[in-house]
């Protein structure tokens, strides 16, 4: 599957589950519950330790049914770590020049954290593929729905503060995908065990997607 593919598939799933701070042994556990309840696109990011490790179990165990990201990279020497295990997106909360670069040469969806309009064209001037609205919540959809005018050539994903309250509003705005974390992997279910409650989660992140994708 190309690089072009896979960022078709992005727009097309519109949504991103963000793996953070999990135990490695639950990655797997964590990936069918979300999978069964729809998402096709995680990310695990690599302040959680064993993140590496994780990535390279999930491709392993889903293969191209499963689109697996490194995020919160901050670094080039992370971002060949993460494209090794088998990443194929890459995600940071914020602009390295030096890792949209190891992104290019690699083939690799780079998705950098930008905050303003001057950071979103000089993340994609440098060669991002989309950028990243972080945090989302505080900016709020109208703020991405005001910048896509000047902007509209500018794919951008909305990361941060996302809910089932507000991810309608988000790409009703024009965000092209958003990255939802803690509300949907709740911490509370995994201790639990409570997979099917992650997987009732995802489904209702997933339906909610869609229909707005659909307007």
């Given at each position: 599957m190309g690089?072009?593919?896979?960022?078709?598939?992005?727009?097309?799933?519109?949504?991103v589950a963000i793996l953070r701070g999990i135990e490695e042994k639950e990655a797997i556990n964590i990936a069918r519950a979300l999978y069964e309840g729809g998402i096709r696109c995680l990310e695990v990011t690599f302040n959680t330790?064993?993140?590496?490790?994780?990535i390279y179990r999930m491709k392993a165990a889903f293969g191209d049914d499963l689109l697996v990201g490194g995020g919160t990279v901050l670094d080039d020497v992370t971002a060949k770590e993460a494209i090794e295990a088998g990443a194929e997106f890459i995600l940071s909360p914020?602009?390295?020049?030096?890792?949209?670069?190891?992104?290019?040469q690699h083939g690799v969806i780079s998705v950098p954290g930008v905050y303003t309009p001057t950071e979103m064209v000089h993340g994609y001037?440098?060669?991002?593929?989309?950028?990243?609205?972080?945090?989302?919540?505080?900016?709020?959809?109208k703020y991405i729905q005001q910048v896509r005018g000047p902007l509209e050539d500018i794919p951008i994903m909305?990361?941060?503060?996302?809910?089932?309250?507000?991810?309608?509003?988000?790409?009703?705005?024009?965000?092209?995908?958003?990255g939802v974390g803690s509300t949907l992997i709740n911490k509370k279910y995994i201790e639990e065990k409570r997979y099917d409650k992650i997987t009732e989660l995802a489904s209702a992140f997933t339906a909610i997607v869609k229909t707005a994708k659909e307007k």
């Amino acid at each position: 599957m190309g690089k072009h593919h896979k960022l078709k598939r992005l727009e097309h799933e519109g949504i991103v589950a963000i793996l953070r701070g999990i135990e490695e042994k639950e990655a797997i556990n964590i990936a069918r519950a979300l999978y069964e309840g729809g998402i096709r696109c995680l990310e695990v990011t690599f302040n959680t330790p064993g993140a590496k490790e994780m990535i390279y179990r999930m491709k392993a165990a889903f293969g191209d049914d499963l689109l697996v990201g490194g995020g919160t990279v901050l670094d080039d020497v992370t971002a060949k770590e993460a494209i090794e295990a088998g990443a194929e997106f890459i995600l940071s909360p914020s602009l390295h020049h030096e890792v949209i670069e190891v992104c290019n040469q690699h083939g690799v969806i780079s998705v950098p954290g930008v905050y303003t309009p001057t950071e979103m064209v000089h993340g994609y001037k440098w060669g991002a593929d989309i950028v990243k609205i972080f945090p989302a919540d505080i900016l709020g959809p109208k703020y991405i729905q005001q910048v896509r005018g000047p902007l509209e050539d500018i794919p951008i994903m909305a990361v941060g503060g996302i809910s089932l309250q507000n991810a309608a509003a988000f790409i009703g705005a024009g965000a092209m995908s958003i990255g939802v974390g803690s509300t949907l992997i709740n911490k509370k279910y995994i201790e639990e065990k409570r997979y099917d409650k992650i997987t009732e989660l995802a489904s209702a992140f997933t339906a909610i997607v869609k229909t707005a994708k659909e307007k």
